[in-house]
């Protein structure tokens, strides 16, 4: 039986390997889609790691710093950090731009650091080249997807920043990599107004006769200096101590404080559960149309390829060979035609999923079970094609 079937691939072996190498392109895209899908889950997870939190204290009411904007005082670390079961505190911002280097743009999550070392809460926990920020000003880290190296200038907002370290996996939930600066200039990026508007501000203050009164000469200046200040950061990451519960210093905090505060599963619920909700419905949809896609062309092409050969089976039939032996020879080709298809789609998987634009996650898991599947439709495709083939009439094919 197992010579026959492959005497029967050997006969006509160019377009079985054809057929099988379009059928694993076909099972190759199934499976970078359901890449996709893990990538944007592992890209919010990633963002969570990094960050080194425990706690992300956020404004009041708000679902913030990645799902929605929230401002607070950057002095509300200090009593924070004063708070029982706090071991460390530190400042951050996000803002996601586009990030000029010469004559392009990166699309980049700008995160603002707080001064402090490695592994405080927010820094990049390690580098593949160069240093961490030592200065306080114009120098950055940029993560290796955005395409920058070591000394390149980079142009955020009106100034620029010079790249002394580059980090990997540091993303945004939407998959766009992170480069940190300084907090000052963050803060600086992310609220302080252009010249032109600070101007308009001011004389639209001088004009109010509110801020002008002859009894408190230097309210109109003070109002013009406050204006200009950036006393606001998006959250507050905390480390909890060992040995104290992060929910039981949440709860202490949001007492104290007034204040909104998430423990990692929390954020873990705003990221995946709400971020990134739609278009995880919208790529599990189109993985599920064409999964069906692609076990209905697996079944058309083994339904197919056993009625080319219809002719061979009546003969065969004709000479006394069993039902039992063609129906085997048939399964044997479907699940040999099932196993290159497959292996085919995992190569190009694997060698295709750097090149799209979005982290691709292929899961040994997914493919374990794309492999079973695969199997299964060919087995089941194969068992239509069998009766199919064992209730023609030999007589009638040979003749026809």
Not at 56 to 61: E, L, M
Not at 366 to 392: E, Y
Request: charged share 20%; proline share 4%.
């Amino acid at each position: 039986m197992i010579s026959l079937a492959g005497r029967d691939i050997l006969h006509s072996w160019g377009k079985f390997v054809f057929t099988g190498f379009g059928l694993g392109l076909l099972i190759g895209v199934t499976l970078i889609m359901a890449g996709v899908y893990r990538g944007m889950v592992d890209d919010a997870k990633v963002l969570l790691d990094n960050s080194g939190a425990d706690l992300w204290v956020v404004q009041k009411n708000t679902l913030g710093p990645y799902a929605e904007s929230s401002s607070i005082y950057d002095d509300e670390w200090r009593g924070i950090q004063s708070m029982p079961g706090v071991a460390r505190t530190a400042n951050v911002t996000y803002l996601t731009m586009q990030v000029r280097h010469g004559d392009r743009d990166v699309r980049s999550m700008i995160s603002g650091i707080a001064a402090g070392q490695p592994g405080q809460p927010g820094w990049p926990p390690y580098l593949i080249d160069g240093r961490q920020i030592t200065r306080g000003h114009y120098e950055a880290v940029a993560d290796i997807a955005t395409g920058f190296k070591v000394g390149d200038t980079l142009q955020i907002r009106r100034n620029q920043y010079k790249v002394v370290g580059l980090t990997r996996r540091m993303v945004s939930s939407n998959g766009d990599p992170m480069v940190f600066i300084p907090l000052k200039d963050a803060q600086e990026a992310q609220f302080l107004k252009d010249n032109d508007a600070i101007l308009e501000q001011r004389r639209r203050n001088a004009q109010n006769p509110e801020f002008s009164q002859p009894g408190t000469p230097g309210l109109l200046e003070a109002l013009n200096k406050s204006q200009t200040n950036n006393p606001y950061v998006n959250s507050v990451l905390v480390q909890v101590k060992n040995g104290y519960s992060p929910e039981e210093v949440a709860q202490a905090i949001e007492r104290w404080k007034r204040l909104t505060v998430y423990t990692r599963e929390d954020m873990e619920g705003i990221l995946i559960g709400k971020m990134i909700a739609t278009s995880s419905k919208q790529i599990g949809m189109f993985l599920a149309i064409l999964a069906v896609v692609s076990a209905a062309i697996v079944a058309f092409i083994i339904y197919t390829l056993t009625l080319g050969k219809i002719r061979e089976i009546a003969v065969l039939k004709l000479i006394g060979t069993r039902n039992r032996t063609i129906a085997g020879m048939i399964l044997q080709q479907a699940i040999a035609l099932g196993v290159i298809g497959f292996v085919v789609g995992k190569i190009s998987a694997t060698f295709g999923a750097p090149a799209f634009p979005k982290y691709v996650l292929l899961e040994p898991m997914d493919s374990a079970a794309g492999f079973v599947a695969v199997v299964i439709i060919c087995i089941l495709s194969s068992i239509i094609a069998i009766r199919a083939a064992l209730k023609v009439d030999p007589a009638e094919a040979v003749g026809g």
